[in-house]
């Protein structure tokens, strides 16, 4: 089977190594739809290789809310740009899910199944817990999102490139 893709921010890692990725309503969702939208339906979301710019996506939209001053004071990122790689590879991490029959596509929804409304075309989901095989962070993350063409600052306008402040000088 095909290997999926999870992403979310490194501050969940300890949480899903030892309880796997638990189905839910994000922050994102629940902005994106509002708390009320009926059928919203706790889920894992999950892509495969072509829909792991979706993944990026949203990774970006929430690692930029946890970016500190102290980010800003060490990386030189540009006034329309919110993060780079850099810190997308910091804050974030990628789990890689093997596909299962458990899994469902959006789109193709299995009898008796109700697909979640947030699912989009494409996405895979779990309405039960997933057990990851291996978690991507750091400079192995990047790794694998350049060797797909898939880093941030690739596929987002206001993602900037890596780029320290200067140092000042010591007197």
């Known amino acids: 089977m095909k290997d999926l893709y999870h992403g979310t921010l490194i501050r969940h890692h300890d949480t899903i190594a030892t309880e796997g990725i638990q189905p839910r309503i994000g922050d994102f969702t629940k902005n994106a739809y509002g708390s009320n939208a009926e059928g919203l339906l706790p889920a894992v979301f999950m892509a495969d290789d072509e829909g792991l710019e979706r993944v990026v996506h949203a990774m970006v939209a929430a690692i930029m809310d946890e970016v500190t001053e102290e980010d800003f004071e060490e990386w030189d990122i540009g006034p329309d740009q919110h993060i780079n790689d850099a810190l997308f590879c910091k804050y974030g991490v990628v789990y890689v899910v093997k596909a299962s029959d458990d899994f469902a596509q959006a789109g193709n929804p299995r009898e008796g199944t109700v697909e979640p ?55």
């Open 117 to 171: 409304l947030q699912a989009e075309d494409g996405d895979w989901y779990s309405l039960t817990a997933v057990k990851p095989i291996r978690s991507l962070t750091g400079d192995e993350l990047r790794a694998f999102l350049e060797e797909r063409g898939m880093l941030p600052s690739d596929i987002n306008d206001f993602v900037d490139e890596d780029r320290q402040n200067a140092v000042p000088p010591l007197r």
